[in-house]
């Protein structure tokens, strides 16, 4: 490689990120969700290679057993099967996969959007601020369970978006997973566009955007490069809490059959689809239910440890 | 003997943090004895407000006494309890802050904040209280004590309201007053009207002071006696005229040797910078602190630490210096560097009657009925003046006067409403930074008054002088860009290396380098500086304002440098236009500015500035009232509300011809000519200045 001036800048990147992971250290809080979260991370990323099952193989005989039922195979269920005999556990591991990609890709999506409109209404003001304003601020009217119905409802698999979708190729998962991102992001945008909004009122009065603007940058480029990498603290700890909500909001999409077709291991729609059994499925609905909370409460706790080290000096 | 008021023993003082223990105080001995007023004098992080900090027993969770002790009438006041210190703080020991708007509680009325004092400390009824709040808000010469009682902080003027937070820190008769930078958010002519009320308290009330400043000439006007720290510890103590006179550490003197005081000029007589930094705590010498950045340090005297003697034959006169009595005081007394005075080349910039009115609409109802929907704010009116090729052109004023508006119009920020602003010939008052050719935009550059927000703290210091270049076509190659930015970082006096550095890195001086990189980068022929050094220290102060002179000479830049700052203005332009309310009061060179006829206005604001000399007698010219706000300019002569001079009612209902006194001195005021000839000098040199 000719590029070796660009070389040092790598190392100091790493060191970075191990210098904020050191500072997080001081952080109890933080510290007990960034364990939470690389648990869920890590089980993602690794789930070929443990030993688990089949997440979609049935098991004719053993339907909704407890937790460390064996197995005819030898072996255990170690949280136990679901209504259609289903290891519970590989489905919870291999589902973690389904719901960090989804609510990650969807909370990207929003930020992006949201960060876009915030920083055009924050900086441009006038009209510009009217208008964006606005439009956030009718999404925001809606309770947001109701926008993700109405959203859903006419941009799924069975709409003209979703049949054009198909046609090009997508799979059902892909499409169904698209509408829940495009959801996501009319309901989350708006807060992320106030909040980015916000911040760039405070940031554009800095002296360095008007040296930009006085040495006849565009406004694009002040934007993106002047301001925004300056509203980054706020927006991670944002960020994290943001994409804890929207973990939630896809299981709960998930939970009222508006989520990821079957027989993807979606952990809402592991709920939803063992709770017509009553207490016969206790079982089966504990696990998915602890794993998004504990997902979810991993993330809020880093979020709280961030801001917490964000605000010490 | 007395009892001191307040005796500070062998005190240290650590703020504890995530990188561990920070000695931010050490060593320090202080004694303020009843009716006297010491100054606490030093560059920012030398320690000054943490001592003041520590005397209120009030150092956060982080901070903390480590050693020493700090008796207040006596009695050690760290063996005190928290519901002795609660007694004593505000009623017997009273602060006042930097930021008379922070000190005040934005939701609660005057009246309830002043009252709470006596109420709490003396059990006085809320009706006794209020009659005490009246009284001394007539002793800091607040008018209409009652309208002032009932309004809201937001509703007085910063010089108001410091009055009244000066006004609640007497309201229990304190025997120790703390003030903390009280006048450094003021505008002059109104910090002359607090420095007075201060000196007349102490002298009526008889309470002891504590004034802490970063300017030698606000503790010469107030201060008995004066203690200058450095890094922490205390290096020189005795009376104001031992050391404004006698000084006898040689950080003392550097200090001096950077503030412009009258008879320094750029060229002759140049300020002579202190060399490097202000050491971090951490890495501060095991000797003397100030030895890395001292002309007569020698390793075997300065090496071991220093301690505080006395100077011989110098009663109360204290220095912490080994070689005190070796060094030659009178030699060196200006070793800058002479230059030649620059010639000023052919007109680069003209403003002919610029104009520029904002427009305020007002949308509520009753403005639509009454059909005053629109107002006008007329922040510059016929503004008239030229700037030639390496001539420095000073606009002078005080807040709201306008002068940031003429610079956002040159940068083409903003549209003049009317008249021209010629750039070598070409009209662009009208002609945004948008529709600019390229070659316009980086020939008018400017540099920028706060070093913490100059910079962005996101990018590299390389990669924003690189944008510059890149942006004003100099360097098109990353090759050519690195190269031209290691020759921009020689020209202001950084390392190379500083390219890679973020912001953060930098010290406020540095990040003013770099500011200025940023503006000469694309060869500018005009630069504007917006009160470049008002936000650094005095001794940072210096080198910049050299360096900007280098660069200006070698580069025959035209520069328009705003500034508030007369003391600087005078060392640093060749011509003064001076503004009041978006008017031209009064321009010419500097020597005619600086010297009779002057325009009432000038004259009070050369009066108000504080001057570090004790040589220097200066006329007392306070002005009444506050300053009026743009949006509702009095009629007739603008500065008529406040002038000390107003002949009559032709200043009320006419605006004043501009008369021209000499070739290019021009005085816009009523008064005639003949008594414009008659006004003596404010400033008196007792002593032959060093010409």
Same mark, same amino acid.
Not at chain 2, 1 to 12: A, D, F, Q, R, W
Not at chain 2, 508 to 537: C, H, M, T, Y
Not at chain 2, 656 to 670: D, F, Q, S, T, Y
């Given at each position: 490689?000719?590029?070796?001036?660009?070389?040092?800048?790598?190392?100091?990147?790493?060191?970075?990120?191990?210098?904020?992971?050191?500072?997080?250290?001081?952080?109890?809080?933080?510290?007990?969700?960034?364990?939470?979260?690389?648990?869920?991370?890590?089980?993602?990323?690794?789930?070929?290679?443990?030993?688990?099952?089949?997440?979609?193989?049935?098991?004719?005989?053993?339907?909704?057993?407890?937790?460390?039922?064996?197995?005819?195979?030898?072996?255990h269920?170690?949280?136990?099967?679901?209504?259609?005999?289903?290891?519970?556990?590989?489905?919870?591991?291999?589902?973690?996969?389904?719901?960090?990609?989804?609510?990650?890709?969807?909370?990207?999506?929003?930020?992006?959007?949201?960060?876009?409109?915030?920083?055009?209404?924050?900086?441009?003001?006038?009209?510009?601020?009217?208008?964006?304003?606005? %439009?956030?601020?009718?999404?925001?009217?809606?309770p947001q369970?109701?926008l993700?119905?109405?959203?859903?409802?006419?941009?799924?698999?069975?709409?003209?978006?979703?049949?054009?979708?198909?046609?090009?190729?997508?799979?059902?998962?892909?499409?169904?997973?698209l509408?829940?991102?495009?959801?996501?992001?009319?309901?989350?945008?708006?807060?992320?566009?106030?909040?980015?909004?916000?911040?760039?009122?405070?940031?554009?009065?800095?002296?360095?955007?008007?040296?930009?603007?006085?040495?006849?940058?565009?406004?694009?480029?002040?934007?993106?490069?002047?301001?925004?990498?300056?509203?980054?603290?706020p927006?991670?700890v944002?960020?994290?809490?943001?994409?804890?909500?929207?973990?939630?909001?896809?299981?709960?999409?998930?939970?009222?059959?508006?989520?990821?077709p079957?027989?993807?291991?979606?952990?809402?729609?592991?709920?939803?689809?063992?709770?017509?059994?009553?207490?016969?499925?206790?079982?089966?609905? %504990?696990?998915p239910?602890?794993?998004?909370?504990?997902?979810?409460?991993?993330?809020n706790?880093?979020?709280?440890?961030?801001?917490e080290?964000?605000?010490?000096? | 003997?007395?009892?001191?008021?307040?005796?500070?023993?062998?005190?240290?003082i650590?703020?504890?943090?995530?990188?561990?223990?920070?000695?931010?105080?050490?060593?320090?001995?202080?004694?303020?004895?009843?009716?006297?007023?010491?100054?606490?004098?030093?560059?920012?992080?030398?320690?000054?407000?943490?001592?003041?900090?520590?005397?209120?027993?009030y150092?956060?969770?982080?901070?903390?006494?480590?050693?020493?002790?700090?008796?207040?009438?006596?009695?050690?006041?760290?063996?005190?309890?928290?519901?002795?210190?609660?007694?004593?703080?505000?009623?017997q020991?009273?602060?006042?802050?930097?930021?008379?708007?922070?000190?005040?509680?934005?939701?609660?009325?005057?009246?309830?904040?002043?009252?709470?004092?006596?109420?709490?400390?003396?059990?006085?009824?809320?009706?006794?209280?209020?009659?005490?709040?009246i009284?001394?808000?007539?002793?800091?010469?607040?008018?209409?004590?009652?309208?002032?009682?009932?309004?809201?902080?937001?509703?007085?003027?910063?010089?108001?309201?410091?009055?009244?937070?000066?006004?609640?820190?007497?309201?229990?008769?304190?025997?120790?007053?703390?003030?903390?930078?009280?006048?450094?958010?003021?505008?002059?002519?109104?910090?002359?009207?607090?420095?007075?009320?201060?000196?007349?308290?102490?002298?009526?009330?008889?309470?002891?002071?504590?004034?802490?400043?970063?300017?030698?000439?606000?503790?010469?006007?107030?201060?008995d006696?004066?203690?200058?720290?450095?890094?922490?510890?205390?290096?020189?103590?005795?009376?104001?005229?031992?050391?404004?006179?006698?000084?006898?550490?040689?950080?003392?003197?550097?200090?001096?040797?950077?503030?412009?005081?009258?008879?320094?000029?750029?060229?002759?007589?140049?300020?002579?910078?202190?060399?490097?930094?202000?050491?971090?705590?951490?890495?501060?010498?095991?000797?003397?602190?100030?030895?890395?950045?001292?002309?007569?340090?020698?390793?075997?005297?300065?090496?071991?630490?220093?301690?505080?003697?006395?100077?011989?034959?110098?009663?109360?006169?204290?220095?912490?210096?080994?070689?005190?009595?070796?060094?030659?005081?009178?030699?060196?007394?200006?070793?800058?560097?002479?230059?030649?005075?620059?010639?000023?080349?052919?007109?680069?910039?003209?403003?002919?009657?610029?104009?520029?009115?904002?427009?305020?609409?007002?949308?509520?109802l009753?403005?639509?009925?009454?059909?005053?929907?629109?107002?006008?704010?007329?922040?510059?009116?016929?503004?008239?003046?030229?700037?030639?090729?390496?001539?420095?052109?000073?606009?002078?004023?005080?807040?709201?006067?306008?002068?940031?508006?003429?610079?956002?119009?040159?940068?083409?920020?903003?549209?003049?409403?009317?008249?021209?602003?010629?750039?070598?010939?070409?009209?662009?008052?009208?002609l945004?930074?948008?529709?600019?050719?390229?070659?316009?935009?980086?020939?008018?550059?400017?540099?920028?008054?706060?070093?913490?927000?100059?910079?962005?703290?996101?990018?590299?210091?390389?990669?924003?002088?690189?944008?510059?270049?890149?942006?004003?076509?100099?360097?098109?190659?990353?090759?050519?860009?690195?190269?031209?930015?290691?020759?921009?970082?020689?020209?202001?006096?950084?390392?190379?290396?500083?390219?890679?550095?973020?912001?953060?890195?930098?010290?406020?001086?540095?990040?003013?380098?770099?500011?200025?990189?940023?503006?000469?980068?694309?060869?500018?022929?005009?630069?504007?500086?917006?009160?470049?050094?008002?936000?650094?220290?005095?001794?940072v102060?210096?080198?910049?304002?050299?360096?900007?002179?280098?660069?200006?000479?070698?580069?025959?830049?035209?520069?328009?440098?705003?500034?508030?700052?007369?003391?600087?203005?005078?060392?640093?332009?060749?011509?003064?236009?001076?503004?009041?309310?978006?008017?031209?009061?009064?321009?010419?060179?500097?020597?005619?500015?600086?010297?009779?006829?002057?325009?009432?206005?000038?004259?009070?604001?050369?009066?108000?500035?504080?001057?570090?000399?004790?040589?220097?007698?200066?006329?007392?010219?306070v002005?009444?009232?506050?300053?009026?706000?743009p949006?509702n300019?009095?009629?007739?002569?603008?500065?008529?509300?406040?002038?000390?001079?107003?002949?009559?009612?032709?200043?009320?209902?006419?605006?004043?011809?501009?008369?021209?006194?000499?070739?290019?001195?021009?005085?816009?005021?009523?008064?005639?000519?003949?008594?414009?000839?008659?006004?003596?000098?404010?400033?008196?040199?007792?002593?032959?200045?060093?010409?």
């Open positions: 490689m000719t590029d070796l001036a660009a070389s040092p800048a790598r190392p100091g990147r790493f060191a970075k990120i191990a210098r904020s992971v050191g500072l997080l250290r001081e952080s109890p809080i933080g510290m007990v969700g960034l364990t939470l979260v690389l648990f869920w991370v890590l089980i993602a990323i690794f789930a070929d290679l443990l030993p688990l099952r089949d997440p979609l193989a049935q098991a004719g005989a053993d339907l909704l057993t407890p937790a460390l039922t064996p197995s005819p195979d030898g072996g269920y170690w949280l136990g099967t679901d209504d259609k005999g289903r290891d519970i556990l590989a489905r919870l591991f291999y589902g973690s996969r389904l719901v960090l990609f989804w609510s990650g890709f969807a909370t990207v999506v929003a930020y992006a959007v949201g960060m876009l409109m915030g920083v055009a209404a924050g900086y441009r003001g006038g009209w510009w601020d009217e208008i964006i304003s606005f %439009i956030g601020n009718v999404f925001l009217a809606f369970m109701v993700y119905i109405v959203i859903l409802s006419q941009l799924g698999p069975d709409s003209s978006a979703g049949q054009w979708l198909a046609g090009e190729g997508f799979s059902t998962v892909w499409v169904k997973g509408t829940i991102v495009l959801a996501v992001m009319f309901a989350t945008a708006p807060q992320v566009a106030r909040i980015v909004r916000g911040l760039v009122l405070d940031l554009k009065t800095r002296d360095y955007v008007a040296a930009a603007e006085v040495r006849g940058e565009t406004p694009i480029y002040i934007m993106i490069v002047e301001l925004l990498p300056n509203a980054r603290g927006l991670i944002d960020a994290c809490l943001r994409l804890g909500y929207v973990t939630i909001a896809i299981a709960a999409l998930g939970f009222l059959g508006l989520g990821l079957p027989p993807d291991p979606d952990w809402g729609k592991m709920i939803s689809e063992v709770r017509g059994y009553g207490t016969a499925a206790a079982n089966a609905m %504990i696990w239910a602890l794993a998004i909370s504990t997902m979810v409460l991993g993330l706790l880093l979020a709280d440890g961030l801001r080290i964000s605000l010490r000096d | 003997m007395v009892t001191p008021v307040l005796e500070c023993k062998n005190l240290s650590s703020y504890y943090t995530r990188a561990g223990e920070v000695p931010a105080v050490y060593d320090f001995n202080l004694t303020v004895n009843p009716g006297e007023a010491v100054g606490i004098v030093g560059e920012s992080g030398c320690g000054k407000s943490t001592v003041a900090l520590a005397i209120m027993q150092m956060g969770k982080n901070g903390a006494v480590t050693g020493g002790e700090i008796k207040f009438l006596g009695r050690d006041m760290r063996a005190m309890s928290d519901e002795e210190l609660r007694r004593i703080r505000g009623s020991i009273a602060m006042v802050y930097q930021e008379p708007m922070a000190s005040l509680n934005p939701s609660m009325r005057i009246r309830d904040q002043l009252i709470e004092v006596p109420m709490i400390h003396e059990g006085l009824d809320a009706a006794a209280a209020e009659k005490r709040a009284e001394l808000l007539d002793a800091v010469r607040l008018p209409d004590p009652l309208r002032i009682l009932n309004s809201y902080p937001h509703q007085l003027s910063g010089g108001q309201q410091q009055r009244a937070v000066i006004a609640m820190a007497l309201l229990s008769n304190p025997k120790l007053l703390l003030l903390d930078e009280p006048t450094t958010a003021l505008d002059v002519t109104v910090e002359a009207g607090v420095v007075e009320l201060i000196k007349d308290i102490a002298k009526r009330f008889g309470t002891s002071m504590i004034y802490i400043s970063h300017n030698l000439g606000l503790i010469l006007e107030t201060c006696r004066i203690c200058v720290m450095y890094s922490g510890q205390s290096v020189e103590l005795g009376s104001v005229k031992q050391v404004f006179d006698q000084m006898r550490h040689p950080y003392t003197r550097g200090l001096f040797q950077s503030i412009p005081l009258p008879g320094t000029d750029r060229f002759a007589h140049p300020l002579v910078p202190i060399r490097g930094q202000l050491p971090l705590p951490r890495d501060r010498p095991t000797g003397c602190t100030f030895g890395p950045r001292c002309d007569f340090f020698q390793k075997d005297r300065c090496g071991p630490p220093q301690h505080m003697q006395e100077v011989r034959g110098d009663a109360g006169h204290q220095v912490r210096c080994a070689r005190y009595g070796e060094i030659d005081w009178s030699a060196q007394v200006h070793q800058g560097v002479q230059s030649e005075p620059m010639q000023p080349g052919k007109v680069v910039l003209q403003v002919k009657d610029m104009k520029k009115y904002y427009e305020i609409h007002n949308n509520s009753a403005a639509l009925i009454s059909g005053r929907g629109v107002r006008y704010v007329k922040a510059n009116e016929k503004l008239d003046f030229e700037a030639r090729e390496a001539e420095t052109v000073a606009i002078v004023g005080e807040s709201g006067c306008g002068k940031s508006t003429f610079a956002k119009v040159l940068m083409g920020l903003e549209k003049a409403t009317g008249g021209e602003v010629l750039v070598n010939g070409v009209d662009i008052g009208k945004p930074v948008k529709k600019r050719p390229q070659g316009l935009i980086s020939s008018l550059q400017m540099v920028f008054q706060n070093p913490f927000e100059t910079l962005n703290p996101s990018h590299s210091v390389g990669s924003q002088i690189g944008r510059v270049l890149k942006k004003f076509g100099v360097a098109k190659t990353r090759e050519e860009i690195e190269r031209k930015t290691a020759e921009l970082l020689d020209m202001v006096k950084l390392p190379r290396e500083f390219a890679d550095r973020k912001p953060r890195q930098l010290s406020g001086g540095q990040k003013q380098r770099i500011g200025i990189a940023r503006a000469f980068g694309g060869n500018a022929s005009v630069v504007v500086a917006d009160e470049p050094v008002s936000a650094l220290d005095v001794s102060q210096a080198a910049v304002t050299g360096l900007l002179t280098d660069i200006q000479r070698k580069k025959r830049t035209t520069m328009v440098f705003i500034s508030h700052d007369l003391s600087v203005v005078r060392y640093l332009a060749d011509r003064v236009v001076v503004m009041y309310l978006g008017r031209v009061m009064e321009q010419g060179t500097t020597d005619q500015v600086f010297a009779p006829p002057y325009h009432p206005y000038t004259e009070a604001l050369l009066s108000a500035v504080p001057i570090a000399d004790t040589s220097i007698v200066k006329k007392h010219i002005l009444k009232g506050e300053l009026p706000s949006m300019p009095p009629p007739g002569c603008p500065f008529q509300t406040r002038c000390p001079r107003k002949i009559g009612a032709i200043c009320e209902t006419d605006l004043p011809e501009v008369k021209e006194l000499a070739p290019g001195h021009r005085i816009m005021c009523h008064l005639p000519e003949a008594e414009l000839h008659q006004m003596e000098p404010v400033i008196a040199v007792a002593r032959k200045p060093v010409h």
